[in-house]
């Protein structure tokens, strides 16, 4: 199966590792986090903006693309890529998650998921196949096979049962994908937070055989600790020459531990949606700058931070636009907070690249613990 896009490890330090994946649209580098675009945009930011904090990979959506502006039409204007003005790689989820996420306004069977759109009720089939027909369409340079995320809590034979079908799905979704050079479809591992079903996930996987390995079913309500839980098993049963994935995290303390434990990519939408709601990530930890004790305080947002919000504004500037709802507001802090989770994955690369993990986890986590500090 020749893809045209291959993964390299460069070191280990520990369970975690750091590599470079290689893609005709660029490389890649891991440990890496991917911002968001879900409608075929990174909320509040140019892609350029995106790029300059350091993202070498962006996450498109593929359950809202295919409602608006459809599949079909992005494919018409030339691809994902050339329509959103973003020439690096672009990984599509495969619309499970979300379409799972519609409670009753969806209907589950063996073939696939019946739904009625949010935007305006209007009715769709979401399969395998279908979900793969719509990410050929979109151009994504990493592909994700469709499955089911069953919502938790659950009953452990619930999460079998989901678990099976997606395993069937899986399978499905790699004979539709077919032979696509320079590009990659990655399966997804699932069994909520019981071993044996990971296990049984896992090889399942393995025996169809995919590009990458994606840890999914986390992240979704079972707590910090049950994840990582999951996690301290769930990397080593996925191949170690294939990148892993962990779907939907996280905070910066997550990404941390999830990187320790062995995960190469991760998404999340936190940081552009803090950053519309007034919220910025440091490495004090969270600053609402909605709090009147910023009004008056000249200082930049973190002191060191070569982003724009902290090199050119200050603190009482940046209260001041996100109480009066300005939108350079959430301009500045998205890009603050992109920019943050860009460093933290730096420098957890450079951590794994000197052996220095332990040392790096340890000054991340005191940090933290200081807060933040206020003008005095």
């Known amino acids: ?61 593929t359950y809202h693309l295919m409602l608006r502006p459809g599949a079909e039409r992005v494919a018409a204007l030339g691809g994902l890529h ?11 989820d495969s619309g499970g998650f979300q379409v799972m996420s519609l409670g009753p306004l969806r209907k589950l069977t063996e073939e696939g998921v019946r739904f009625a759109s949010h935007l305006d009720g209007s009715k769709h089939m979401l399969t395998p196949e279908r979900s793969m027909e719509i990410q050929a369409l979109l151009g994504s340079d990493i592909a994700m096979c469709f499955d089911e995320c069953p919502a938790l809590p659950a009953t452990e034979a619930e999460v079998a049962k989901s678990m099976q079908l997606s395993m069937r799905w899986a399978q499905r979704s790699r004979d539709a994908f077919g032979d696509r050079p320079g590009h990659a479809l990655f399966g997804i591992c699932q069994g909520g937070v019981t071993r044996d079903l990971r296990e049984q996930s896992a090889k399942a996987l393995i025996d169809i055989g995919f590009d ?45 531990g999830a ?7 991760m998404d999340c ?65 998205t890009w603050h907070n992109l920019h943050y989770y860009q460093v933290l994955m730096e420098g957890l690369r450079n951590a794994i690249k000197s052996g220095r993990l332990a040392e790096f986890v340890y000054g991340f986590h005191a940090t933290r613990a200081v807060g933040d500090l206020e003008l005095r």
């Open 212 to 256: 990458g390995y994606a840890v999914g079913g986390l992240a979704v309500g079972e707590g910090q600790e049950a994840m990582f839980g999951v996690l301290d098993y769930a990397p080593g049963m996925l191949p170690e020459d294939k990148p892993r994935y962990l779907m939907g995290v996280g905070k910066p303390d997550d990404i941390v």
């Open 82 to 92: 050339r329509f959103m003005n973003w020439d690096r790689p672009i990984l599509t």
């Open 259 to 265: 990187v320790s434990r062995g995960i190469d990519m």
């Open 269 to 333: 939408v936190l940081p552009s949606r803090s950053g519309r709601t007034g919220q910025a990530w440091t490495a004090r930890g969270q600053v609402n700058l909605r709090n009147a004790r910023h009004k008056d305080d000249p200082r930049p947002l973190e002191e060191g931070c070569g982003c724009p919000a902290c090199r050119s504004y200050s603190r009482a500037y940046l209260h001041h636009v996100v109480k009066a709802d300005e939108i350079i507001g959430s301009m500045l802090l």
């Open 1 to 61: 199966m020749a893809t045209g896009i291959q993964f390299t490890l460069s070191a280990r330090d520990g369970a975690a590792r750091t590599g470079v994946i290689h893609t005709p649209r660029g490389e890649i580098r891991t440990p890496a986090f991917m911002p968001v675009g879900t409608a075929a945009t990174v909320k509040a930011m140019l892609p350029e903006s995106v790029r300059a904090t350091g993202a070498d990979i962006l996450l498109g959506n």
